[in-house]
């Protein structure tokens, strides 16, 4: 694991709750950090792939379209509603990942480093 994410798990661990759900942009090259380094939740990842052992393939088809539409909304209002109601409290960011709406008044920043960002959920 890049020492970035590392330093960036040690900051959302100080911020945040053992079960508290992060969302990160689903295939990372990486295990979900936040599950593996801090216990906290991811609502859907491609890392893992027995995942089917847990929940039906429908039901992880469609928690894929709701993050990945969260990640694709340009509509600040939209991401924040996603958001909700995946019960997120904070967002990681690695390397050149993005969202495309305006975080403004959506995202406080927690944690910044070149390869690694933070943010809690302005709600």
Do not use: K
């Amino acid at each position: 694991m890049p020492a970035p994410i590392v330093r960036a798990m040690r900051a959302l661990a100080a911020a945040s709750r053992p079960g508290e759900v992060v969302l990160q942009r689903p295939g990372a090259r990486y295990p979900p950090a936040p599950v593996i380094m801090i216990g906290r939740r991811v609502p859907y990842e491609r890392f893992t792939p027995w995942l089917t052992q847990f929940a039906p393939a429908a039901a992880l088809e469609a928690r894929h379209e709701v993050v990945y539409r969260f990640f694709h909304t340009e509509d600040a209002s939209e991401a924040r509603a996603i958001a909700r109601a995946l019960g997120a409290r904070y967002l990681v960011l690695y390397g050149a990942d993005r969202v495309r709406f305006d975080p403004a008044g959506v995202l406080v920043p927690i944690y910044e480093e070149d390869g690694a960002r933070v943010f809690r959920f302005a709600y």
